[in-house]
């Protein structure tokens, strides 16, 4: 989105790998799915995220400013991915506007 002054993502991440991020920080949750939701889950991706940049060598604009966890995959089906699983932005754009207005 050309409006943004920051980069901000939104994170594939292994449900089991959320899950223990929600036990570690003693976080209670009946579903898995809404883990990407709690604002300590996202602030814990985040640094995992930024520290990964800086340990990597990434300027001060390529670090992510804002994250939002997925644990639903984007897939062929639901036209997030091409046939050779390239991803379509504008549909992704389309299914995960509630989340990106979120970390605008």
């Given at each position: ?13 292994k449900s089991a790998e ?62 997030c991915l091409t046939a ?21």
């Amino acid at each position: 989105d050309a409006s943004l002054d920051k980069p901000i993502a939104l994170a594939q991440c292994k449900s089991a790998e959320l899950a223990k991020i929600a036990d570690d920080l003693k976080i209670s949750y009946n579903n898995v799915d809404e883990l990407g939701t709690l604002k300590e889950i996202q602030a814990t991706v985040l640094k995992q995220l930024q520290e990964a940049g800086k340990k990597n060598g990434l300027t001060p604009l390529e670090i992510v400013a804002g994250v939002h966890p997925l644990t639903q995959p984007w897939l062929v089906a639901d036209g997030c991915l091409t046939a050779t699983q390239k991803l379509v932005p504008r549909a992704v754009y389309k299914k995960n506007a509630t989340e990106l207005a979120a970390l605008k």
